[in-house]
């Protein structure tokens, strides 16, 4: 599809109740976009779908955490300090950009974000790039790491320092001591959260495909490092076009037409939970409407990954010619909870039985606090910790006379003696794990502009051209119209009382009763409903009533009775409306 297609589906978006910017009212605030009713239903359609194959389909637990988090959850997960974009700003105009956008929109390079700064700015100044709202030359000007975090106080006066989420999945990941026990302890088990995350971009663009506000819809899953890996018997033949790293870098490189299974085998796909999750994600994809012609995964380079992630994989969607982040499917490693466990008092830990008790050796001390706590004052509990930890790692630290620790970057000596350092034999049941975390995080806004551009068509219809989404039933914003064919009582209220019970069936209904029938259709087209149906003066006589789809145009007559049955064996799939007329 064209740049043109996509200026056509957000005019159609904001003149149909899709999506459109918010506050306009008052100017508006680049970033951040209203869904109306048509995209409300959309969005929440596709969320239920979601969930019902992500949480209830794979057996896991969802739960809604808070959008706001106090500052530590933030120092701990490194958001504070690695979570940043690419800022330039303009030497003229003073509007700021992201640098490694201006690089990819105007060179050759399509994944700039990976690459260091230094290198981005001599990009910019060899293909003599210019600032994209007033075209002054951007050589020479500085290019910062800017953090996308959004700041906030809680509570009055200064208050305590929070930040507003940029993902869901560190509410997931504070509350593990407590989900671990709902899980029994057990790996391994899912958490899902459907929620708002909020990015301080730098440069929001494309309609709600880049905001500073949007929804997630994201799965934790903890896994026992050294455990067996998931059964690929589901999605071993799912095909998937890949583009994997190497061929990123490859002179000519081009992707890569394959099956789950044998990018397992080949290791192209390095982690078998990656892989399965790809594979439940392309069919999850197809099934929600979007194009698998213009649908992949690739591969995250090496210096685009995040902080946090061992191997990360990109379902992206082609929209406007471009390729889009449609979700990220990342092995975290044991980073999270590890991280969490160092900066709390909580144990991010789950037990590991033993199949038969074992005999170990184990390095502890038991200092004297007698000692410590006049020597050290506030810092001794921060010194019998770095004691424990060292006796744990490196018990040759402990052969000499003083054993030394950092405390807060500074070291601190103590007598051996009185640290109370002992290794002992012990028999041991299990032990304490840290569990990996793989993650299938979903970008829902960016999924519903990509269904809809997707799904838009243009074609002529009684010598008249017509505009219609295909989309896909099963997320279709309202699933049925229901009109009289014209101006009159007794039609209309037929038709309200067909409309109620469509409704009472759990059907998405509108009702509309103004214009001619061929309008109303042309309406409905637009906003991609499925099915229409029309209450005609017939229908007293038959009892039956014009069904008519929205693809094809194409009509039958249906008994008003069995109306309800049929629509609702359309949505589930169950029957093709083409075994109507046949």
């Known amino acids: 599809m064209s740049e043109d297609t996509g200026e056509k589906v957000v005019e159609l978006a904001k003149r149909r109740g899709y999506f459109f910017r918010s506050s306009s009212a008052y100017g508006g ?25 992500f949480a209830v389909g794979e057996g896991h637990m969802e739960i809604d955490a808070p959008t706001i988090m106090p500052e530590p959850v933030f120092e701990a997960s490194g958001h504070l300090d690695t979570f940043d974009d690419m800022l330039v700003e303009c030497p003229d105009c003073g509007e700021s ?48 790491e800017f953090n996308l975090m959004f700041e906030t106080q809680v509570g009055p006066g200064d208050g305590q320092p929070g930040y507003l989420r940029p993902e869901t999945a560190q509410g997931i990941f504070v509350e593990f001591p407590r989900l671990k026990e709902y899980a029994r302890g057990q790996l391994p088990f899912g958490v899902t959260q459907v929620g708002r995350a909020y990015r301080n971009e730098i440069s929001p663009r494309r309609s709600i495909i880049r905001t500073r506000e949007f929804t997630q819809a994201e799965l934790e899953l903890f896994v026992d490092p050294e455990g067996d890996g998931p059964d690929l018997s589901a999605v071993e033949d799912v095909p998937v076009r890949l583009y994997p790293a190497s061929e990123q870098q490859a002179d000519e490189g081009d992707e890569v037409e394959t099956t789950v299974g044998e990018a397992v085998a080949d290791g192209t796909i390095a982690d078998p939970w990656v892989a399965y999750f790809l594979g439940v994600a392309r069919e999850w994809y197809e099934s929600v409407g979007v194009d698998m012609d213009r ?7 090496a210096g685009e990954r995040a902080h946090y992630a061992a191997d990360c994989w990109d379902a992206e969607g082609e929209v406007g010619g ?60 921060d010194v019998v910790s770095g004691l424990e930890e060292l006796a744990e790692r490196d018990r040759a630290a402990f052969e000499d006379e003083t054993v030394t620790v950092e405390v807060d970057g500074e070291s601190h000596e103590i007598p051996v003696e009185k640290t109370g350092f002992a290794v002992e034999e012990r028999t041991e049941s299990g032990e304490h794990v840290v569990p990996h975390v793989i993650e299938p995080s979903f970008g829902v806004d960016r999924l519903v502009y990509t ?4 799904a838009y068509r243009e074609d002529e219809v009684d010598s008249e051209e017509r505009t219609y989404l295909e989309v896909d039933p099963e997320v279709a914003p309202t699933f049925v119209g229901v009109f009289p064919l014209q101006s009159d009582a007794e039609l209309e209220s037929e038709a309200e009382g067909i409309a109620a019970s469509l409704r009472a069936e759990g059907l998405s209904v509108t009702y509309d009763d103004s214009g001619a029938i061929g309008r109303r259709y042309r309406r409905q087209d637009e906003v991609g409903t499925p099915f229409c149906v029309t209450v005609d003066y017939e229908s007293r006589e038959d009892g039956a009533v014009t069904l008519r789809e929205r693809d094809s145009t194409d009509q039958v007559r249906l008994p008003i009775d069995d109306l309800p049955g049929t629509l609702s064996a359309l949505r589930e799939g169950d029957l093709e409306f083409g075994e109507l007329s046949g």
């Open 97 to 144: 950009s992201r640098a490694d956008h201006v690089v990819e929109d105007n060179t050759e390079y399509e994944d700039a974000e990976s690459l260091p700064i230094p290198e981005v700015e001599e990009i910019v100044a060899e293909y003599e790039l210019s600032c994209p709202e007033c075209g002054a030359p951007l050589a020479g000007a500085a290019i910062e």
């Open 29 to 53: 605030v680049g970033g951040f976009y209203t869904f109306g009713p048509q995209g409300a239903a959309l969005k929440g359609n596709v969320e239920e779908a979601w969930r019902d194959r």
């Open 295 to 301: 649908f992949r995964f690739r591969q995250h380079l």
């Open 322 to 381: 471009n390729w889009i982040e449609l979700a990220g499917f990342a092995h975290r490693g044991d980073y999270d909870l590890s991280k969490h466990q160092a900066h709390s008092d909580e144990r991010f830990t789950v037990f590991r039985q033993y199949d038969e008790p074992k005999t170990v050796e184990r390095a502890e001390v038991d200092p004297d606090m007698s000692y410590l706590g006049p020597e050290f004052g506030g810092d001794a509990g």
């Open 451 to 454: 269904i809809l551009e997707h």
